[in-house]
């Protein structure tokens, strides 16, 4: 969700607001350097609180400058190695009826001591076991609290009760750090915040990360001046006071004005940490000045910790029932995956699904050795250019958003099905990747005034003066990926990974076992070419000696049986031959170029001038053929094939051929080029039931010698041929009236 102010808001997030070189003004503030404690800067009310002015205090130790029993305490509280657990030191400054009970808050700065004063209930402010029983109560009701809603609620009601303030706000951080009330517990007759968002303009970076550092913040009085820091006259500090962790740290101007424009007098905020990042604030107002002690702020911070242990371990319960409920559905998945002999139906079928990785409508899984999709996903060719995309702008990282149109415009067109995408890559480069899709969510949200104006413009900026409910609907956004999703992503991607690895490892280990049968292979089909003919050879030979030889001696019956067994000698030789050259064909490399098709038909036609005059048959070419990518002699071999058939099946007594192509897919549906080649003719045609079996090695629908025989291995070939260049064979017939064979050359072939 984009939320933009109409001018510039980057000043108010340059802003050192740690660096401000005032203090508020119900207290003062010395620094301290050096080993005897020297005052190098003092708040310019020290006569207030110390009785002497500024200029008194600044070059001298501390030693001088608190009474005896004062410094004493002091003195006592820096020796410790962590200053901050000394707090607060009880003193009494001045003597008599002057004498006045403080609060002395420590806390060491880089090389400076920072001592801050403030006002002390004489009877030492709220007692001890009543707030030790206000926490407990807290406790209490946080544990029982069913809802995060609940929880925030008692947390807000409990604050209040301590400290009285008029309003006070459980207020939660979202990843763009926009805030919205969740928790609320406000007077009678004071304005309700509850459900109401607020931008992230309104607690820039800057004070988030001193919200972060401070668990609590008092402004006790907006309108009271600030108390500017004085160091010695010429000295000229080295660098600002750097005030991060000062209890008196100034209020920017700007935050001074927005609280008034809200009507609100004094504010305190208590940090909500989630580990180590602000989850949220519990933000209180009051509609008059209004100061808290030590120990009220002590009770409140103390709440402010235990609401952020609740508020983080349930989000660790959350997220470990999360992980379990992930883990289990990925151990699925990878077990179906590894089951699967194509691994990638075992995400797109089944329950759990890929879906169910990380709560998606829709999961594309896009590999270069295929694609995978369930749900609703964007097309085939949308996603390829988001992953051309994904590839430029996230490389080799996880990838995630809930506004994809934001960041990536034509994403518009598809917003329905893909406003929100979570990606992850699988390879180096990434070029392949599991994408989860979330669909387009209207949100209809209710801001304090008009987020678009967060600034008044005039002579300077200044906050917005309108906390009414101003109400906006978003587009282009999805539900948000929780973190425990992006976690099973990432983890599902390391799964994945492993499965293909292990596929990649046995599809390895299948090559090489293929790799030594087809050794094998080439050692029998050698065996059979070679050693097997020559017996066959021997056969034949000694076969017709005994014919030539005695053949005036043997009766008709014997001679016939001997030719016979001459005859089916051939047979064997022909038959061992085409299984020789099958075998070969599935293993030779081709040999891709530009091929004129035209040119080799003809050529192929020359070659076969003998056999096509001896059977008249005429060859027909209705149009030039095109140019095509394909093995020349692989090709020419295909076509030699079925244009001897188209001669040699055939009956009629003017026989013709004919070579050509279509202009476009045919209406069998199952070319896929643009184009498919084809070989039609005249003669005798093929029985419907045959279509199949034709293509089968050693298979004959005639008798032995009918139409001069052959060996059956040839359409065998043409097949294994064409499916070799990524293509398809098929026929059309129609039994006395002639067959066509069509044959395409796979997508890469082009055509002209």
């Given at each position: 969700?984009n939320?933009?102010?109409?001018?510039?808001?980057?000043?108010?997030?340059?802003?050192?607001?740690?660096?401000?070189?005032?203090?508020?003004?119900?207290?003062?503030?010395?620094?301290?350097?050096?080993?005897?404690?020297?005052?190098?800067q003092?708040?310019?009310?020290?006569?207030?609180?110390?009785?002497?002015?500024?200029?008194?205090?600044?070059g001298?130790?501390?030693?001088?400058?608190?009474?005896?029993?004062?410094?004493?305490?002091?003195?006592?509280?820096?020796?410790?190695v962590?200053?901050?657990?000394?707090?607060?030191?009880?003193?009494?400054?001045?003597?008599?009826?002057?004498?006045?009970?403080?609060?002395?808050?420590?806390?060491?700065?880089?090389?400076?001591?920072?001592l801050?004063?403030?006002?002390?209930?004489?009877?030492?402010?709220?007692?001890?076991?009543?707030?030790?029983?206000?926490?407990?109560?807290?406790?209490?009701?946080?544990?029982?609290?069913?809802?995060?809603?609940?929880?925030?609620?008692?947390?807000?009601?409990?604050?209040?009760?301590?400290?009285?303030?008029?309003?006070?706000?459980?207020?939660?951080?979202?990843?763009?750090?926009?805030?919205?009330?969740?928790?609320?517990?406000?007077?009678?007759?004071?304005?309700?915040?509850?459900g109401l968002?607020?931008?992230?303009?309104?607690?820039?970076?800057?004070?988030r990360?001193?919200?972060?550092?401070?668990?609590?913040r008092?402004?006790?009085?907006?309108?009271?001046?600030?108390?500017?820091?004085?160091?010695?006259?010429?000295?000229?500090?080295?660098?600002?006071?750097?005030?991060s962790?000062?209890?008196?740290?100034s209020?920017?101007?700007?935050?001074?004005?927005?609280?008034?424009?809200?009507?609100?007098?004094?504010?305190?905020?208590?940090?909500?940490?989630?580990?180590?990042?602000?989850?949220?604030?519990i933000?209180?107002?009051?509609?008059?000045a209004?100061?808290?002690?030590?120990?009220?702020?002590?009770?409140c911070?103390?709440?402010g910790?235990?609401?952020?242990?609740?508020?983080?371990?349930r989000?660790?319960?959350?997220?470990?029932?999360?992980?379990?409920?992930?883990?289990?559905?990925?151990?699925?998945?990878?077990?179906?995956?590894?089951?699967?002999e194509?691994?990638?139906?075992?995400l797109?079928?089944?329950?759990?699904?890929?879906l169910?990785?990380?709560?998606?409508?829709?999961?594309?899984?896009?590999?270069?050795?295929?694609?995978?999709?369930?749900?609703?996903?964007?097309?085939?060719?949308?996603t390829?250019?988001?992953?051309?995309?994904l590839?430029?702008?996230?490389?080799?990282?996880?990838?995630?958003?809930?506004?994809?149109?934001?960041?990536?415009?034509?994403?518009?067109?598809?917003?329905?099905?893909?406003?929100?995408?979570?990606?992850?890559?699988?390879?180096?480069?990434?070029?392949?990747?599991?994408?989860w899709?979330?669909?387009?969510?209207?949100?209809?949200?209710?801001?304090?005034?008009n987020?678009?104006k967060?600034?008044?413009?005039?002579v300077?900026?200044?906050?917005?003066?309108?906390?009414?409910?101003?109400?906006?609907?978003?587009?282009?956004?999805?539900?948000?990926w929780?973190s425990e999703?992006?976690?099973?992503?990432?983890?599902?991607?390391?799964?994945?990974?492993?499965?293909?690895?292990?596929?990649?490892?046995?599809?390895?280990?299948?090559?090489?076992?293929?790799?030594?049968s087809?050794?094998?292979?080439?050692?029998?089909?050698?065996?059979?070419?070679?050693?097997?003919?020559?017996?066959?050879?021997?056969?034949?030979?000694?076969?017709?000696?005994?014919?030539?030889?005695?053949?005036?001696?043997?009766?008709?019956?014997?001679?016939?049986?001997?030719?016979?067994?001459?005859?089916?000698?051939?047979?064997?030789v022909?038959?061992?031959?085409?299984?020789?050259h099958?075998?070969?064909?599935g293993?030779?490399?081709l040999?891709?170029?530009?091929?004129d098709?035209?040119?080799?038909?003809?050529?192929?036609?020359?070659?076969?001038r003998?056999?096509?005059?001896?059977?008249?048959?005429?060859?027909?070419i209705?149009?030039?053929?095109?140019?095509?990518?394909?093995?020349?002699l692989?090709?020419?071999?295909?076509?030699?094939?079925?244009?001897?058939?188209?001669?040699k099946?055939?009956d009629?007594?003017?026989?013709?051929?004919?070579?050509?192509?279509?202009?476009?897919?045919?209406?069998?549906?199952?070319?896929?080029?643009?184009?498919?080649?084809?070989?039609?003719?005249?003669?005798?045609?093929?029985?419907?039931?045959?279509?199949?079996?034709?293509?089968?090695?050693?298979?004959?629908?005639?008798?032995?010698?009918?139409y001069?025989?052959?060996?059956?291995?040839?359409?065998?070939?043409?097949?294994?041929?064409?499916?070799?260049?990524?293509g398809?064979?098929?026929?059309?017939?129609?039994?006395?009236?002639?067959?066509?064979?069509?044959f395409?050359?796979?997508?890469?072939?082009?055509?002209?």
């Amino acid at each position: 969700m984009n939320v933009s102010a109409s001018v510039d808001l980057s000043a108010c997030d340059r802003e050192p607001i740690h660096l401000p070189g005032t203090i508020q003004a119900h207290g003062a503030l010395l620094a301290l350097r050096g080993p005897d404690f020297t005052v190098v800067q003092a708040s310019a009310n020290t006569a207030e609180w110390f009785g002497q002015e500024a200029v008194q205090v600044l070059g001298r130790p501390l030693s001088a400058v608190l009474p005896g029993e004062a410094w004493a305490r002091v003195q006592a509280a820096l020796g410790q190695v962590e200053l901050r657990t000394a707090n607060p030191v009880r003193l009494t400054l001045g003597e008599g009826a002057q004498a006045r009970p403080v609060n002395a808050l420590l806390h060491r700065q880089e090389a400076v001591v920072i001592l801050e004063v403030e006002a002390r209930d004489a009877e030492g402010g709220v007692g001890a076991l009543d707030l030790f029983a206000q926490v407990r109560m807290s406790m209490t009701r946080f544990l029982n609290a069913a809802t995060l809603e609940q929880l925030c609620g008692a947390a807000a009601e409990e604050i209040r009760c301590v400290t009285g303030f008029d309003r006070v706000m459980v207020y939660r951080f979202d990843a763009d750090w926009h805030g919205e009330v969740i928790g609320e517990a406000v007077r009678e007759g004071v304005d309700s915040f509850l459900g109401l968002h607020f931008p992230a303009s309104d607690i820039p970076a800057q004070a988030r990360r001193l919200y972060e550092q401070n668990w609590l913040r008092l402004i006790p009085n907006v309108r009271a001046p600030a108390v500017p820091l004085v160091a010695a006259r010429g000295a000229v500090p080295d660098k600002p006071l750097d005030l991060s962790f000062a209890t008196l740290r100034s209020v920017s101007p700007v935050h001074l004005e927005y609280l008034r424009n809200m009507e609100v007098n004094a504010s305190m905020s208590i940090s909500i940490m989630q580990g180590e990042r602000l989850w949220g604030l519990i933000a209180c107002h009051h509609l008059a000045a209004r100061w808290l002690s030590y120990e009220e702020r002590a009770a409140c911070e103390f709440i402010g910790q235990l609401l952020s242990g609740e508020v983080s371990a349930r989000a660790q319960r959350a997220h470990a029932e999360a992980q379990a409920r992930h883990g289990a559905i990925q151990a699925q998945l990878v077990q179906r995956m590894s089951r699967e002999e194509r691994f990638l139906e075992g995400l797109s079928s089944g329950t759990p699904s890929l879906l169910d990785v990380v709560s998606a409508s829709g999961a594309t899984v896009w590999l270069e050795q295929g694609r995978a999709s369930v749900g609703r996903t964007p097309s085939e060719a949308q996603t390829q250019e988001l992953v051309n995309w994904l590839g430029q702008v996230a490389g080799e990282s996880l990838f995630q958003t809930d506004s994809l149109p934001g960041t990536y415009p034509p994403a518009a067109a598809f917003a329905e099905v893909a406003s929100g995408l979570l990606a992850v890559p699988l390879s180096t480069p990434a070029t392949q990747w599991v994408l989860w899709f979330r669909p387009e969510v209207l949100q209809s949200i209710t801001w304090a005034g008009n987020p678009h104006k967060p600034v008044e413009e005039g002579v300077r900026l200044s906050p917005r003066k309108s906390f009414a409910a101003w109400q906006e609907t978003v587009h282009h956004t999805a539900l948000r990926w929780k973190s425990e999703e992006v976690v099973a992503a990432q983890e599902f991607r390391g799964a994945m990974v492993g499965v293909v690895l292990r596929k990649a490892s046995e599809l390895a280990r299948l090559n090489a076992e293929l790799a030594r049968s087809n050794e094998e292979l080439d050692a029998f089909t050698y065996i059979a070419s070679h050693d097997l003919k020559e017996p066959l050879r021997g056969i034949q030979l000694y076969t017709r000696f005994i014919i030539e030889d005695a053949g005036d001696r043997l009766d008709p019956e014997t001679r016939e049986r001997l030719s016979f067994i001459q005859k089916l000698g051939v047979r064997m030789v022909e038959l061992l031959e085409g299984l020789f050259h099958y075998s070969r064909m599935g293993r030779i490399q081709l040999s891709v170029k530009e091929t004129d098709l035209q040119e080799l038909v003809e050529d192929v036609v020359t070659t076969l001038r003998g056999r096509l005059e001896e059977t008249k048959t005429e060859v027909r070419i209705p149009r030039r053929l095109p140019t095509v990518r394909c093995d020349l002699l692989r090709i020419r071999e295909v076509l030699a094939n079925l244009i001897s058939n188209a001669a040699k099946y055939n009956d009629k007594p003017e026989r013709w051929v004919e070579i050509g192509f279509t202009d476009s897919v045919v209406p069998s549906g199952k070319a896929e080029a643009g184009f498919a080649l084809y070989v039609r003719d005249n003669g005798i045609g093929i029985p419907a039931k045959h279509h199949k079996a034709v293509f089968e090695m050693f298979r004959r629908l005639h008798a032995e010698e009918a139409y001069g025989g052959g060996s059956g291995v040839g359409l065998a070939i043409v097949q294994q041929v064409i499916e070799r260049h990524g293509g398809q064979v098929w026929l059309e017939s129609t039994p006395g009236e002639g067959t066509t064979f069509f044959f395409t050359l796979g997508p890469s072939a082009g055509g002209v």
